[in-house]
T-cell receptor, first 117, second 115 residues
Framework: GAGVSQTPSNKVTEKGKYVELRCDPISGHTALYWYRQSLGQGPEFLIYFQGTGAADDSGLPNDRFFAVRPEGSVSTLKIQRTERGDSAVYLC???????????????FGAGTRLSVL | AQSVAQPEDQVNVAEGNPLTVKCTYSVSGNPYLFWYVQYPNRGLQFLLKYITGDNLVKGSYGFEAEFNKSQTSFHLKKPSALVSDSALYFCAVRDPWNAGNMLTFGGGTRLMVKP
């Protein structure tokens, strides 16, 4: 079956521009996560959706970052006034369950490599 | 707060030899622990997880990991390495009582298996 799909795979933009990154989770997965992976580091949590609502956005670095999931499936990560420090690989993951003790596996997409010039 | 440490940036092993990739964690309560592998230009691929029960868990591609509560470790192991195992490996922890459900990752360990 289809896995987590992220588009575009690469995005090059100029400092100050607005970008949108898209994530299509595995069909039927209610939980969706965004992570950011900087060069040479492990992924860092940004935001978690359960259904349509953001259950935890504590990882968003500042108010330039925003994410939506209006119909509980596809999610878009939006970055305003991009800065060079935003350059990273943005990873999306989905899982089948809600939070709690279920230990559900998070399945990751290939990521979007964002380069801010 | 939860954290993960992978003390080795790189592990080198000869093909056919056993391999170990180290991971230690810090979390309040009992942790959920995961190993993921990342190949170039690919997303993270799940290998195995520990939730509860037997301390030795087996996963994909012949990998296994041993949960050691007293040492707060979850080292990844494989009895006989393959050149195709060369990749970046990430250990991750989740606090099951954290409603955020987030994974906290270590910095990764690059495994190089030489023929």
């Amino acid at each position: 079956g289809a896995g987590v799909s992220q588009t575009p795979s690469n995005k090059v933009t100029e400092k100050g521009k607005y970008v949108e990154l898209r994530c299509d989770p595995i069909s039927g997965h209610t939980a969706l996560y965004w992570y950011r992976q900087s060069l040479g580091q492990g992924p860092e949590f940004l935001i978690y959706f359960q259904g349509t609502g953001a259950a935890d956005d504590s990882g968003l670095p500042n108010d330039r970052f925003f994410a939506v999931r209006p119909e509980g499936s596809v999610s878009t990560l939006k970055i305003q006034r991009t800065e060079r420090g935003d350059s990273a690989v943005y990873l999306c993951a989905s899982s089948s369950g809600s939070s709690g003790t279920s230990g559900n596996i998070q399945y990751f997409g290939a990521g979007t490599r964002l380069s801010v010039l | 707060a939860q954290s993960v440490a992978q003390p080795e940036d790189q592990v080198n092993v000869a093909e056919g030899n056993p391999l170990t990739v180290k991971c230690t964690y810090s979390v309040s309560g009992n942790p959920y622990l995961f190993w993921y592998v990342q190949y170039p230009n690919r997303g993270l691929q799940f290998l195995l997880k520990y939730i509860t029960g037997d301390n030795l868990v087996k996963g994909s591609y012949g990998f296994e990991a041993e949960f050691n509560k007293s040492q707060t470790s979850f080292h990844l192991k494989k009895p006989s390495a393959l050149v195709s195992d060369s990749a970046l490996y990430f250990c991750a922890v989740r606090d099951p009582w954290n409603a955020g459900n987030m994974l906290t990752f270590g910095g990764g360990t690059r495994l190089m298996v030489k023929p």
